[in-house]
């Protein structure tokens, strides 16, 4: 009886902490607002700057790809850089570095719509803490590369929030790839890059090598209310 009683006492006070109409609001241990993964991720990167660092050598017919390299990690990874860069050549891509201080993701698309314009980027890969357009269309906020890829598209934020609503004629004019560390914690952001073009130039020239092994993959026929699977090997 007394454990019940207890409970109601508790249960009132709560109700007479919060009155009906007064949203409640969550706060950490330092008594800071929660904020967006947005917020916490894009504020206080600082103006943008753009400085170019290599450019194809000579004149070449190779599809063009910039690497977009995050200035706060550059200099640990120039050795690696050159190397991942002269397999890209080695596959025929024209290479343009680009390293990338502040700014946003708007920035950066106008510099590669610029490129793009010149007719021969096909592609771009983001190296490091780059950033990405950020979307909310009604299911919650969510990072989009597609901003990045999208080089004629419309893309609509109304309320200058930095999120976009809706985009319209939006396609992926080229291709954007990530190597994004950054996050991580078994190790620095420049130990895992490097470790990374490391084992892409290995398996690029022959040095190192995947196992063959079969995957199960489930698919549906169509008509058919149960799937059947395959065996791929990969």
């Known amino acids: 009886m007394i454990r019940f009683s207890l409970v109601v006492l508790f249960a009132a006070a709560f109700a007479r902490g919060v009155p009906q109409g007064i949203p409640i609001q969550y706060m950490d241990s330092r008594g800071r607002e929660c904020s967006s993964t947005r917020i916490s991720i894009e504020t206080g990167r600082g103006s943008y700057s753009r400085r170019i660092t290599e450019t194809p050598i000579g004149a070449t017919e190779g599809d063009l ?3 977009l390299v995050d200035a706060g990690v550059y200099p640990g990874i120039t050795g690696g850089l050159s190397t991942f860069q002269n397999d890209l050549e080695l596959e025929g891509y024209a290479i343009e570095v680009w390293e990338i201080q502040g700014g946003t993701a708007s920035d950066i698309r106008n510099d590669l719509q610029a490129e793009y314009a010149s007719g021969s980027l096909v592609g771009a890969m983001a190296i490091g803490d780059i ?3 950020w979307m909310d269309n009604g299911y919650g906020e969510y990072p989009i590369d597609m901003y990045l890829m999208d080089m004629n598209g419309s893309w609509t934020d109304s309320n200058s929030d930095g999120l976009f609503e809706s985009y319209s004629n939006g396609a992926p004019e080229i291709w954007l790839g990530r190597l994004t560390p950054t996050y991580l914690t078994f190790a620095s952001e420049t130990e895992l890059l490097n470790l990374y073009f ?3 130039h290995a398996y690029r020239t022959g040095a190192m090598s995947l196992p063959q092994r079969p995957w199960p993959m489930k698919k549906h026929s169509p ?3 149960t799937p059947w ?6």
């Open 198 to 200: 490391e084992k892409n």
């Open 223 to 225: 008509g058919s209310p």
């Open 65 to 67: 790809v910039v690497l």
């Open 229 to 234: 699977t395959v065996c791929m090997t990969a």
């Open 131 to 133: 950033p990405t357009g």
